[in-house]
Structures are given as C-alpha cells and as structure tokens.
C-alpha cells in the first residue's frame, strides 16, 4: 500500500466553482501534513500546512481527520490561476523527516 | 532570500555517459533533500542528508548514483551509467532542520534529463 494516495482526476471545473480534493495515508504515526502546488513544469511550492485543528487560507481550506487517515483541501471561487496539480504531503518525524508525496491531483479551471 | 538554486536546468545525454547535478540550498537548512519525479508521479526521495551526513538514502540505487555534500551545504547528484530510466526532473529541496514536525521542505526549480 502506498504511503500516500490521491484521485490523480482531472478535475475540470468552472470559474467560480467550489471543489475539494482528498487524500489518504496509512502510516498512523505521520505527524505532519501539507498540501503542495505545482505548476507545469515547475517545483512544488508550499500551499497549506495542515494543522489539527484545520486552518483555512483565504479561499482554501485544509482538514486532516487523524482517526480516518485522510487530509481535505477545499478550494472556494476558483480562479483560473488555480489550475495546477496539487501534491498531498505527509511528514513521519519520529523517524526523521521522512516526506511522503501522493501523486497529485490535476486541476483546471474552465473559463 | 534566495531559494534553493539548482544546475543545469536541463540536460540531455546519451545512455551510458555520467550526468551530474549541483544544488545550493536556502542559506541555514541543515536538511537536503534529492528527489526524483517522473511524469504523472510525485518526487520520491533518494537520498537526505542532515548537515554533510546521508541519513536517508535506502532509495538510492547505488550501483549507478552517488551523492555528496562534503561541508554540509551544497551537494551533487551523480549517476554513473545514465539509462534511458532515469529520464526524470531531479529536485533539490531543504529545510530548517530534521527534526521538528513543523519543518517545511522548499524546491530548486529542478534538473530536467534526457536520456537518449
């Protein structure tokens, strides 16, 4: 089983839209959550830390559901300028920072 | 600040020649990182170095790659027969420290390779 996995989509949708991506891992012990953005053809760049408690970043918002397993982004009005493959990141400290990447989830936005 | 800078942004060479690539780090991370990513796919870890030790290189396959980061800062990535196989982005990423559960990884803008 992977350590990290996502619904690679494409997800298509309209400007203004709300849509929400999830992802799940199975290493228990993980304590650090994220969700990356990448461009084509470019780096992942920080988009979210995911706390605990859930944090929301003007139009995104990111849950983590410990008992469950799984991380939530949601993304509000979509503009074009979010279309990109959105990474789920989880961290296992305990053992060093050992980073876990899913393979992504495309999104574009449709004019 | 300056990011994490990567050489060369491509590269394209014939299988069997040796390839390298060089990172810098953000000024201060301890923590390194070498992934690779191949299309469709997310970075997966080759190797971490924590200061100029590899704590995490179980994903190296270390009949043909090598790395190195002699005094703790930059590093280089090399491998040593290229196969068509390793045509991938090479990203370099570091962050603050290897051990605190808030750390953040930042990218290099990757090593694009061809192999032909």
Redesign the interface.
């Given at each position: 089983r992977k350590e990290?996995e996502q619904d690679?989509g494409p997800f298509n949708v309209p400007e203004g839209a709300t849509v929400a991506f999830n992802c799940t891992y199975s290493n228990s012990a993980s304590?650090?959550f994220?969700w990356y953005r990448q461009d084509c053809?470019?780096?992942?760049?920080?988009l979210m830390?995911v706390y605990s408690s859930g944090n929301e970043d003007g139009r995104f918002t990111a849950q983590l559901n410990r008992a469950s397993q799984y991380i939530s982004l949601l993304i509000r009005d979509s503009k074009l300028s979010d279309s990109a493959t959105y990474?789920c990141v989880v961290?296992h400290?305990d053992t060093?920072?050992?980073?876990y990447?899913?393979?992504?989830t495309s999104l574009t936005v449709i004019p | 600040e300056a990011g994490v800078v990567q050489s060369p942004r491509y590269k394209i060479i014939e299988k069997k020649q040796p390839v390298a690539f060089w990172c810098n780090p953000i000024s201060g991370h301890n923590t390194l990182y070498w992934y690779r990513q191949n299309l469709g796919q997310g970075p997966e870890l080759l190797i971490r170095y924590e200061n100029e030790e590899a704590v995490d290189d179980s994903q190296l396959p270390k009949d043909r790659f090598s790395a190195e980061r002699l005094k703790g800062v930059d590093s280089t990535l090399k491998i040593q027969p290229a196969e068509l196989g390793d045509s991938a982005v090479y990203l370099c990423a570091s962050s603050l420290s290897g051990t605190s559960p808030t750390d953040t990884q930042y990218f290099g803008p990757g090593t694009r390779l061809t192999v032909l």
């Amino acid at each position: 089983r992977k350590e990290v996995e996502q619904d690679p989509g494409p997800f298509n949708v309209p400007e203004g839209a709300t849509v929400a991506f999830n992802c799940t891992y199975s290493n228990s012990a993980s304590q650090s959550f994220f969700w990356y953005r990448q461009d084509c053809r470019k780096e992942p760049k920080l988009l979210m830390s995911v706390y605990s408690s859930g944090n929301e970043d003007g139009r995104f918002t990111a849950q983590l559901n410990r008992a469950s397993q799984y991380i939530s982004l949601l993304i509000r009005d979509s503009k074009l300028s979010d279309s990109a493959t959105y990474l789920c990141v989880v961290n296992h400290v305990d053992t060093g920072n050992q980073f876990y990447f899913g393979t992504g989830t495309s999104l574009t936005v449709i004019p | 600040e300056a990011g994490v800078v990567q050489s060369p942004r491509y590269k394209i060479i014939e299988k069997k020649q040796p390839v390298a690539f060089w990172c810098n780090p953000i000024s201060g991370h301890n923590t390194l990182y070498w992934y690779r990513q191949n299309l469709g796919q997310g970075p997966e870890l080759l190797i971490r170095y924590e200061n100029e030790e590899a704590v995490d290189d179980s994903q190296l396959p270390k009949d043909r790659f090598s790395a190195e980061r002699l005094k703790g800062v930059d590093s280089t990535l090399k491998i040593q027969p290229a196969e068509l196989g390793d045509s991938a982005v090479y990203l370099c990423a570091s962050s603050l420290s290897g051990t605190s559960p808030t750390d953040t990884q930042y990218f290099g803008p990757g090593t694009r390779l061809t192999v032909l």
